[in-house]
């Protein structure tokens, strides 16, 4: 069971991931004004719940936070552009493999293939750094960008999560998608 020991201390620092299309990377103050002019597009606002006032800044233990910049090579904005925003989750409970990611990028550069580049990257930090095999995400059952994106980065529906999540107007409920990414699916363990 490679890549099974998801014994890694939670809270991992930040590192910097480079990949052929984005540099991830820590925060930095002046993030926050593109990151929430980026949130507030109804492309976004759709999918993402209107963030708290100390947000991005509010300590979600066991979270990190990536800014999304673009690499030329991208071919969707200027080099260095931040784009968006990436953050993975890890629990804490030994006994349990417990990880996470969500993101979200500027309408702009939808559909060029970096959700997918994004995904995978931090995925396989996760599997391959952090020591877990097992990655979860949960987009609304009705998200079908987020959905194809993430089956493209070889995550697996396993069931839908009824009522589980609040509509970002705050007015009712709706289903979620929960999906795995499983490594020993892949790396011939299982
Ligand atoms: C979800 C999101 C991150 C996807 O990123 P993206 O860069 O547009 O996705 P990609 O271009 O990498 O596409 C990956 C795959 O998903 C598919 N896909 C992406 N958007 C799609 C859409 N609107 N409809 C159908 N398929 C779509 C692509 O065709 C591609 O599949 P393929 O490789 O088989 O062709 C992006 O749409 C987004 O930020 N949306 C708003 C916020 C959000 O919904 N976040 C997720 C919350 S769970």
């Known amino acids: 069971m ?16 480079v990949t052929s299309l ?8 002046d993030d926050e004004a593109t990151l929430r002019a980026i949130l507030a597009t109804p492309a976004v606002s759709r999918w993402w719940h209107p963030p708290g006032d100390d947000w991005p800044w509010d300590d979600e233990t066991g979270t990190v936070r990536w800014a999304v910049e673009l690499l030329a090579a991208a071919n969707a904005g200027p080099a260095g552009a931040v784009v968006g ?61 987020a959905i194809a994106c993430y089956t493209a980065c070889g995550f ?18 709706h289903d979620t998608l929960l999906m795995q990414y499983c490594s020993w699916w892949y790396d011939g363990t299982e």
């Open 85 to 145: 925003l990436v953050q993975a989750y890890e629990g804490d409970d030994p006994d349990y493999d417990e990880c996470g990611i969500d993101l979200f990028l500027a309408p702009s550069v939808h559909r060029r293939g970096l959700g997918r580049d994004i995904v995978t990257t931090v995925r396989d930090w996760l599997v391959d750094i952090r020591g877990h095999h097992l990655v979860t995400i949960d987009p609304s059952a009705s998200n079908t960008a």
């Open 2 to 17: 490679a890549g099974s020991d998801a014994t890694a201390t939670r809270g991992a620092a930040t590192p910097t991931l």
């Open 22 to 29: 984005v540099r991830l990377r820590p925060l930095e103050r």
């Open 156 to 173: 697996r529906p396993v069931g839908v999560l009824h009522g589980r999540e609040r509509d970002t107007d705050r007015r009712g409920w």
